[in-house]
């Protein structure tokens, strides 16, 4: 393989890893074990970024939007909503694939080399609208009519965030004894889920943001028309269906890009012979008869 073709491949982990360090790079938070507080954490980041985070120096929209649902007085959460709009209608599930420090978590388990690999898990037709329930009922009823003016700390990130208590809760206890002797069950909870997920994470790819993710669940519905879109040049396809077989979550050529369940991590791209598929606007004619 050639060194470009390498560089290509590995693009984009180096900027998950990247991404990551920026949004969580506050080390005196890490060695003090205390969340930073400063005024960035008043902006959100795209990805899912627990604000509990010792290294944490933005905001995870889910828990800006929970935060100003699960108010006495009800607010519409103009600022969130419009964030997440920005985001999601420039590069839709992008984010996912390349600005989501839990996204990274569960690739760096996939390449495990355990397990015989599996895409999705069974009855992936029903259980992929998982998201959509959690958004649903935790996000919006749970932290709405349920939890709210009650709630310390809002629905979701209460009782399912898995990156909330990897990010948050195990630095935290780590560097502070006295939150360890106050962890119960509800931290055991939280405990076994990530577990679950993670173990989950190294047979099957990214099972919490196919299966549980609500802000996966957002972007998702702007893929079809985000700015950032995986273009197909049906005219050159020669039908060898290299991008059905590379990519992670088994979409099918036409499905790819468009789908909520696509996370534009490129794999379709770089498996393509004739690259007929490509990240941008589509070819000009002119340009396809070049080629």
């Not at 009855?123 to 009519?145: E, Q, T």
């Not at 709210?148 to 009782?159: E, I, L, M, R, T």
Request: net charge positive.
């Amino acid at each position: 393989m050639e060194s470009g073709e390498i560089m290509r491949k590995n693009l984009r982990l180096k900027v998950q890893i990247l991404f990551t360090i920026l949004t969580n790079g506050y080390v005196y938070g890490f060695l003090n074990g205390k969340i930073y507080q400063g005024r960035l954490k008043y902006v959100c980041v795209p990805g899912l970024n627990c604000y509990s985070c010792p290294g944490a120096v933005g905001s995870c929209p889910i828990g800006a939007l929970q935060a100003v649902l699960n108010q006495r007085n009800v607010q519409v959460p103009f600022g969130v909503l419009g964030f997440l709009f920005v985001f999601g209608s420039i590069l839709g599930r992008f984010v996912c694939g390349w600005l989501c420090p839990f996204g990274l978590i569960q690739d760096l388990l996939h390449r495990i080399p355990l397990f015989q690999k599996r895409k999705r898990l069974p009855f992936h037709s029903v259980l992929k609208y998982g998201k959509y329930a959690v958004l649903l009922f935790l996000i919006c009823i749970g932290s709405l009519f349920l939890f709210g003016g009650f709630a310390k700390v809002p629905a979701f990130c209460k009782y399912l965030c898995p990156s909330g208590t990897l990010f948050g809760a195990l630095p935290l206890l780590t560097g502070n004894q006295l939150l360890r002797s106050q962890a119960g069950g509800l931290f055991f909870w939280k405990l076994g889920i990530l577990i679950g997920i993670l173990i989950l994470s190294v047979k099957f790819y990214r099972p919490f943001c196919q299966y549980l993710c609500p802000l996966g669940a957002i972007y998702g519905w702007f893929n079809r028309f985000s700015l950032v879109q995986i273009h197909w040049e049906e005219e050159q396809c020669i039908s060898c269906h290299a991008c059905e077989r590379a990519c992670p979550v088994g979409l099918s050529l036409k499905e790819i890009s468009r789908s909520p369940e696509c996370i534009r991590c490129g794999r379709c791209v770089r498996a393509c012979p004739v690259e007929c598929l490509h990240f941008g606007n589509r070819k000009p004619v002119t340009e396809i008869e070049k080629d």
